[in-house]
């Protein structure tokens, strides 16, 4: 499989310039991300209306990646990329113009966020099967290391400014701040070109919910594939618990600074993680690494939970986003050099789906769980204050640490059983790469053209 040549900006040097526009794009998005969440939760006091806003980011995703995925294998991927982030930037205009009107409202944001994430649904699979044809297969490791380093530097800096906006102009100034963001990304894209690839020999062009079943035939003609990605399911529905319920335990600890300042030191982490992979390159062993990093980064989840101290919960973010980026980076290129790059679309939308498809069950389940679950029952003089409360402690957010205790350990216990099973554990010597040594060239399509 092979990427045909023409004209323009490609290869390492064009992977730079995207991914530099990526990175003050996804700053900008980070800094409004944080800012509505804090604006959902203080306007509300409700863990379960905050859900409703990772809800609406994470149903797009699920529901509409594997027909994105299709479309990124016939279109363009750069063109993919720049609809995709006007899409999201036209969603943050409206956010905009709905709150110097004075007329935004709660619903607003659940709309506008799920509009923005469509975007994301056809954004991410164009750029993963991007880097494919960008950079050569010996760098992918650090290539993808590198895309993660853009959501450390934004995890440090994001809440920062989020927090400073907030205080000295208030939500509008971030709103202008990330709109100016998605035109320095789209003006990246402009720049570049991605070159174009071929179809897999009798992968032919048809309807698109058969080129929908042709990656799922794919993936399940692949058994080592297939479960690991099961055994993401599994983590990810796990975890999404952790997503809602993360900063209302944080602010039951401090307020939003503390929020703040948990985030931007676990930022650190992530890029500290994300640094040493693009350095190093990562483990060869792939598969034994992203199990070991599961199975660390829930043990470290449930150490957030333990006490209802801010340096605990601090240690246990900053060490477990240290080290997601190793596991991330493992995974990517174990799907990079596994799949065509003819396919990269549909499968890493597929992988994408079926990764996250019961997350939304868990987002909808986090806030009353939390609420009328878990919190009374560590309320002072609940069922669990005398046994469980005498450990972790009783009161406002001990219920909901105990949801994430519990959540941490689960995620650990998947990561062992994906071991134990061997066409997980043997994947990387059963499958074959798919990727060759050369599969990058120096030029690329012209703008328009169809991947």
């Known amino acids: 499989m092979t990427a045909r040549p023409t004209t323009g900006i490609t290869g390492m040097r064009a992977f730079f310039i995207v991914w530099g526009g990526q ?6 998005t980070t800094v409004t991300g944080f800012a509505l969440q804090f604006w959902v939760f203080l306007e509300t006091g409700s863990v379960t209306k905050l859900a409703m806003v990772t809800l609406a980011v994470a149903l797009p995703a699920t529901l509409l990646s594997p027909f994105a995925g299709a479309l990124v ?6 063109l993919v990329m720049i609809g995709a982030d006007m899409l999201a930037g036209a ?7 709905l ?15 799920g509009i923005g994430a469509v975007g994301n649904a056809f954004q991410s699979p164009a750029w993963l099967a991007a880097l494919s044809t960008l950079v050569p297969k010996q760098h992918l490791a650090r290539a993808n290391g590198m895309t993660q380093l853009n959501d450390g530097i934004s995890l ?23 709109i100016a963001t998605f035109l320095v990304a789209v003006g990246a894209l402009a720049a570049v070109r991605f070159p174009r690839v071929e179809r897999v020999p009798g992968d032919e062009r048809g309807p698109l919910l058969a080129e929908v079943r042709s990656g799922w035939r794919f993936l399940r003609e692949r058994t080592g594939l297939l479960w690991l990605l099961w055994m993401y399911a599994t983590i990810n529905f796990v975890m999404a618990f952790t997503n809602v319920l993360l900063i209302p335990l944080i602010l039951t600890i401090g307020n939003e600074g503390t929020a ?16 040493v992979v693009s350095i190093w390159e ?12 599961i199975v660390i980064v829930g043990l470290l989840l449930a150490v957030t939970g333990l006490r209802p101290q801010a340096v605990l919960v601090g240690a246990g973010v900053v060490l477990m986003l240290f080290t997601i980026p190793f596991v991330n980076t493992a995974s990517q290129v174990l799907w990079q050099v596994k799949v065509p790059l003819g396919m990269q679309g549909r499968v890493f939308a597929l992988r994408r789906t079926i990764a996250q498809m019961m997350s939304p069950i868990a987002i909808l389940a986090a806030g009353p769980l939390a609420d009328h679950v878990f919190e009374p029952l560590l309320a002072s003089g609940g069922a669990l204050a005398g046994s469980v409360g005498s450990v972790i402690g009783t009161g406002p957010g001990r219920g ?19 071991w134990l099973h061997p066409r997980v554990r043997n994947l990387e010597a059963e499958l074959p790469d798919m990727l060759p040594d050369d599969a990058t060239v120096a030029k690329a399509a012209p703008a328009g053209a169809e991947a």
Do not use: C, N, Q
Request: hydrophobic share 60%; charged share 10%.
């Open 23 to 28: 990175l003050i794009s996804v700053t900008g």
């Open 156 to 178: 440090v800096v994001g809440p920062l400014i989020a927090g400073a906006l907030l205080a000295l102009s208030g939500l509008g100034a971030i709103l202008l701040l990330d």
């Open 99 to 113: 709150h110097f009107s004075d007329a935004l409202e709660i619903w607003h944001v659940y709309l506008l966020a």
């Open 400 to 418: 909901i640490a105990l949801l994430i205790i519990l959540s941490g350990v689960l995620t650990s216990l998947l990561g062992v059983a994906g």
């Open 282 to 293: 990562g483990s060869k062993r792939r598969v034994a690494t992203i199990i070991t990093g």
């Open 91 to 97: 969603a943050t205009v409206m956010i905009a113009v």
């Open 260 to 275: 703040g300042t948990i985030f931007s030191i676990g930022g650190l982490g992530l890029v500290a993680g994300s640094v």
């Open 73 to 78: 294998d016939r279109w363009d991927r750069r």
